[in-house]
């Protein structure tokens, strides 16, 4: 069965401090993938995804993910944290069986950021 | 002009109740769901439907049943509200297949 690990509950980063928060997948066939993001109190938003193609995908708000095939990783990235990226990120992969398809998430990280 | 949204956004009721919560979106994607999202911010798919048929039941309790008037709309009753049923319930749609899930604001039910 398909299944998503986010090894970190909680990380702490300083603003303007690069950030890698990390994903690893298991899933048969090909996976997609996504990354979602909860703000306090609001439903998901779609950061990036990655679907085929190139493996390091932008997505918004200054984030990247690179996708391992290698590593089953789909870890994400963002060069410069933002106070306002303080929130709670999930990592999500989209798996299809004979048409059941839906989203299997981790357990997400929560992101604290620091002045 | 909200692609997927849901009504209420808070639901505050005593164990035994019945309540229903209300999704839609205008996006005019074929496939609907629902997530619950626990207190430990656990996220797990309960439904979905593609226009309008039930697809995936994920053994979530017979007091819980989902009813899709159209495929623009999908609505979740529960029966018999439970203590443990107190959680964040998502809807979201798609395109179908493992195209991307939209999400709406949530629904925050309380169960006293």
Same mark, same amino acid.
Not at chain 1, 48 to 56: E, R
Not at chain 2, 26 to 32: A, E, I, P, R, V
Not at chain 2, 98 to 107: A, K, M, S, V
């Given at each position: 069965?398909?299944?998503v690990?986010?090894?970190? !509950?909680? !990380?702490?980063?300083?603003?303007g401090?690069s %950030?890698?928060? +990390?994903?690893?997948?298991?899933y048969?066939? *090909?996976?997609y993938l996504?990354w ?7 439903? %998901?938003?779609?950061l ?9 995908v ?10 391992? +095939? ?6 994400? +990235? ?6 306002s990226?303080a929130?709670e990120?999930?990592c999500?992969v989209?798996t299809?069986?004979f048409g ?6 981790? *357990?997400g990280?929560r992101l604290t !950021?620091?002045? | 002009?909200t692609?997927v949204?849901?009504?209420p ?8 109740n019945d309540?229903?919560?209300k /999704?839609?979106q ?7 769901y629902?997530y ?7 996220l797990?798919?309960?439904f979905?439907?593609?226009?309008k048929e ?8 017979? &007091?819980? #049943?989902p009813? #899709?008037p159209?495929k623009a709309h ?5 029966? #018999? ?9 998502f /809807?979201a749609?798609? &395109?179908?297949g ?10 925050r039910?309380l169960?006293?």
């Open positions: 069965a398909q299944s690990t986010q090894p970190d !509950i909680h !990380i702490t980063v300083s603003e401090a %950030l890698e928060l +990390r994903c690893n997948y298991s048969g066939a *090909t996976p996504f979602y993001v909860q703000s306090p109190g609001q439903g %998901l938003q779609l990036l995804k990655y679907f085929s193609g190139d493996t390091l932008q997505g918004i708000k200054g984030f990247e993910a690179e996708f391992k +095939r290698s590593q089953s990783s789909f870890n994400l +990235r963002k060069p410069s944290v933002h106070w990226d929130a990120y999930f999500a989209a299809s069986n059941n398809e839906k989203l299997t998430f981790g *357990t990280t !950021i620091i002045p | 002009d692609a949204s849901q009504t956004k808070y639901l505050v009721t005593q164990m035994g309540k229903s919560i /999704c839609e205008n996006l005019g994607h074929d496939t609907m629902w619950k999202q626990d207190s430990k911010k656990f797990k798919i309960m979905s439907y593609n226009n039930l697809i995936i039941n994920e053994t979530v309790p017979n &007091r819980f #049943s009813k #899709s159209d999908l609505n979740l009753h529960i029966n #018999s509200l439970e203590l443990g049923d107190s959680a964040v319930y /809807c749609s798609s &395109r179908g493992q195209e991307t899930q939209y999400f709406g604001p949530g629904t039910l169960v006293l």
